[in-house]
């Protein structure tokens, strides 16, 4: 397992943008799967982006794709999430995850992850 930090979070406006950061320590990096997920008030955790541990493989979910962007700078050992467009029902904590994994393939079901942070705030306004 690694240790988590996620920043970047805040209050916006619908439209406006974000950015995201999870730094990552205690493993090593390029051989680690991540993916960022989302939980709004009173529903599931849901996935919203996943990327493979060298960055060439990525997913989105339908309702993020063309506006947000996951990559992976494994010089820094972190990992970001681009956040353009935003939406009021893009309110969420967001939580960042990892996993060591043998594959160069994203992980989007969160049950295969063992590293999570401990979620950052985004909220969006109308």
């Known amino acids: 397992q690694v240790q988590l930090v996620e920043s970047g979070g805040g209050l916006v406006l619908a439209g406006g943008s974000l950015r995201l950061s999870c730094a990552a320590s205690g493993g090593t990096f390029r051989r680690i799967a991540m993916g960022w997920f989302r939980q709004a008030p009173g529903k599931e955790r849901e996935f919203v982006a996943a990327i493979s541990r060298s960055g060439s493989s990525i997913w989105y979910a339908d309702s993020v794709k063309d506006r947000f962007t996951i990559s992976k700078d494994n010089t820094k050992n972190t990992m970001y999430l681009q956040m353009n467009s935003l939406k009021p029902e893009d309110t969420a904590v967001y939580y960042c995850?990892?996993?060591?994994?043998?594959?160069?393939?994203?992980?989007?079901?969160?049950?295969?992850?063992?590293?999570w942070g401990q979620g950052t705030q985004v909220t969006v306004s109308s």
């Open positions: 995850a990892a996993v060591g994994i043998g594959s160069d393939w994203p992980v989007t079901d969160s049950n295969n992850y063992d590293s």
